[in-house]
């Protein structure tokens, strides 16, 4: 049965996105089943595994309207063992849609049942807002990654995103955890960058990924090509972080596996 992660911050720019192509690139790389649902209405991790959004495409859209079954929406993309959910913008419209609907929150979650004994892995790109597909992506995953970018403002808007899960687990998904804090547009050559990662890895201790992303214009560049990191450039520094993300997000699973059979024990 698939493991459900949703990579999301509200802010812009962090690089949600490069994250989850290149994540779930890294790991179907691993030889893992993977499927990567673009829930952001502007449709980047789309055209970023180089699928074109065809006028009469179905998207996620479809799915979470309940016009499509989620499995009929699902394509291939030309990287073996990742499949793609793809959006257009006409997901904007699922806030509204949805609005009045029963269980609005619970739409995605629904739609992914039936097909996540296919899958090791779901990645959920989330939009950059804490607004009802946001919520259908939290209430849907078994963990949440949060991309933050070495930056002055970083800490600011991470303790919104963690007030926002925090309510979300007592309310809709308790069993909702934190994957992890993922230091991206990383520097070292700047003392900025460096007291960012002090400040973080103070205020999260372990939360924070040991692999930090790199500012890099070889990650900027893949997603023109349609392409990952890992089939654009494989050996530039980009690409051996997000291996090295996939192999400590495994790890993660490897640990925690024997404290669900405990538990369940």
């Known amino acids: 049965m698939a493991r459900v992660i949703s990579i999301a911050n509200q802010k812009g720019g962090v690089g949600k996105t490069t994250t989850a192509i290149n994540l779930a690139a890294a790991l179907a790389a691993c030889e893992l089943k993977v499927l990567l649902v673009d829930s952001d209405p502007q449709g ?7 699928v074109a959004k065809a006028e009469d495409g179905r998207t996620l859209y479809d799915a979470l309207l309940g016009d499509s079954m989620l499995e009929e929406v699902v394509q291939k993309t030309e990287f073996p063992d990742l499949d793609l959910v793809a959006a257009d913008q006409n997901l904007v419209a699922t806030n509204l849609d949805l609005v009045d609907q029963e269980n609005r929150e619970s739409r995605l979650q629904k739609a992914l049942a039936p097909v996540k004994g ?25 963990s949440v990654l949060v991309p933050i970018q070495c930056e002055f403002f970083a800490l600011e808007g991470i303790s919104q995103l963690m007030d926002t899960i925090d309510r979300l687990k007592s309310a809709f998904n308790p069993e909702l955890k934190v994957e992890g804090v993922l230091l991206t547009m990383y520097d070292d ?26 500012r890099s214009v070889r990650l900027a560049e893949a997603p023109s090509f349609g392409k990952s990191i890992l089939a654009y450039d494989p050996r530039s520094r980009g690409a051996e972080a997000y291996i090295q993300l996939a192999k400590e997000v495994l790890a993660h699973e490897q640990r925690a596996r024997p404290q669900s059979a405990q538990s369940a024990g």
């Open 118 to 142: 296919k899958y090791d892995y779901v990645i959920i790109d989330c939009p950059p807002a804490l607004d009802l597909l946001t919520l259908n992506a939290l209430v849907a995953s078994d």
């Open 44 to 50: 980047n991790s789309t055209t970023g595994v180089g």
């Open 189 to 214: 050559r700047t003392n900025l960058t460096k007291q960012v990662e002090n400040d973080l890895r103070e205020f999260f201790g372990s939360e924070v990924f040991k692999t930090v992303i790199p």
